[in-house]
């Protein structure tokens, strides 16, 4: 296939799967599918053989799981909106809010609209390991959760559940030292409420991951809180290394000795999380490098095909000298990137292909001008 193309590899997302599905056996918690990192909806009825739910933070993400999903789904919003409100409260199973005043406003509406639906608050234990500013949701001034001094001593009765997340592609360590900040600051409502959710950023499907720590620490915590209902909504966990984004050279320019090899795709528009984060992918056949060399080695720098001036990355050491029309392939590329592709400068999403167990590619979607003038309408 002569177009970019994401593929998701059956297999390796099954094997994600199993994984996740025995962790949540042994740490007797539910684990669910964040649509923010994952929601590539033709795919679903294989999520379904191993999980039973979802978590959404918009109404067409909570749309998408009771709709697509076939089921309610759990959802936290940082804003619901009043037009909105209801319908998403009629797609919930359990609804967060972000903030006291958003309770106070709300939380009537949504038992009017679902009186079956559970209401929660986030809350903030101002401790998280993110790095990255742009990713930490726990950073001083975030606009996320309401921290302990802030929680009324008895909460509403119709608060049956605190949501927390404070992780981004995290191991069990960073997880033990987080649990004892959120027992410490907020144990002392843990008897009132019935559940309490962790949110994502568990990635539970990574090699070095310590699955038997994770074990060990959930022992504790139901040892210490039986009646507590424990629930992970990882994104990245889910998709983890289940496929690539397939490119192709379309051209190679050359400035002041610096090569670029200039792509079918745009880390703006297809890997933004590259500019953002930022981090350098991993280039099959190729190993990136600081190290500029002169012209005659096989060094490029990875260019995207928008106007955008900073739309490249870093520098590779190929093998081969590159040439027009062979493929670059990016791996890893299935988590976020499938969900926060844009069409700036009209440029087309990359197709989306799903690789069988039995090697067949079956085609899920292939975008269009139609695509891109429907966002415009």
Not at 7 to 18: A, F, G, K, P, V
Not at 63 to 80: D, I, N
Request: aromatic fraction near 12%.
């Amino acid at each position: 296939m002569n177009t970019p193309i994401y593929i998701i590899e059956e297999e390796r997302l099954r094997w994600n799967l199993q994984l996740i599905s025995n962790v949540a056996r042994r740490t007797r918690a539910e684990w669910i599918l964040a649509f923010k990192a994952f929601a590539l909806w033709k795919t679903f009825p294989i999520f379904r053989e191993y999980i039973n739910s979802t978590t959404a933070s918009s109404l067409n993400e909570a749309r998408l799981a009771l709709e697509e999903f076939g089921a309610k789904c759990h959802t936290f919003s940082p804003a619901y909106t009043d037009d909105e409100i209801d319908e998403i409260a009629r797609c919930s199973s359990h609804l967060t809010f972000n903030s006291l005043s958003q309770y106070e406003r709300l939380h009537d509406r949504v038992h009017e609209a679902a009186p079956d639906c559970e209401l929660g608050l986030r809350i903030n234990p101002e401790y998280s390991e993110v790095g990255t500013d742009l990713y930490n949701p726990c950073a001083p001034g975030t606009r996320f959760g309401i921290t302990a001094d802030k929680l009324p001593k008895q909460l509403p009765d119709d608060v049956k559940g605190f949501h927390c997340h404070c992780h981004c592609e995290s191991g069990a360590d960073v997880f033990e030292r987080t649990l004892s900040h959120i027992e410490e600051m907020f144990s002392p409502w843990f008897p009132q409420i019935a559940w309490i959710n962790f949110g994502g950023g568990h990635l539970v499907t990574r090699k070095d991951y310590d699955i038997e720590l994770l074990v060990r620490i959930m022992d504790g915590l139901h040892e210490r809180w039986p009646h507590l209902k424990v629930i992970f909504e990882p994104g990245s966990a889910f998709a983890w290394q289940t496929g690539p984004l397939v490119s192709h050279v379309v051209d190679v320019v050359e400035d002041k000795g610096i090569r670029t090899a200039i792509l079918d795709v745009s880390f703006t528009c297809h890997m933004p999380d590259c500019l953002e984060m930022p981090y350098f992918p991993e280039v099959r056949g190729a190993e990136h490098t600081t190290h500029h060399s002169p012209l005659t080695s096989h060094l490029y720098r990875l260019g995207g095909n928008s106007c955008l001036a900073g739309d490249f990355m870093g520098t590779w050491q190929f093998d081969h000298e590159l040439q027009v029309g062979e493929e670059v392939i990016f791996e890893d590329m299935i988590h976020y990137t499938t969900v926060k592709t844009n069409m700036f400068n009209g440029i087309s999403h990359p197709a989306i292909g799903l690789l069988r167990k039995d090697g067949t590619l079956e085609l899920l979607r292939r975008f269009g001008y139609e695509d891109y003038r429907n966002r415009m309408d």
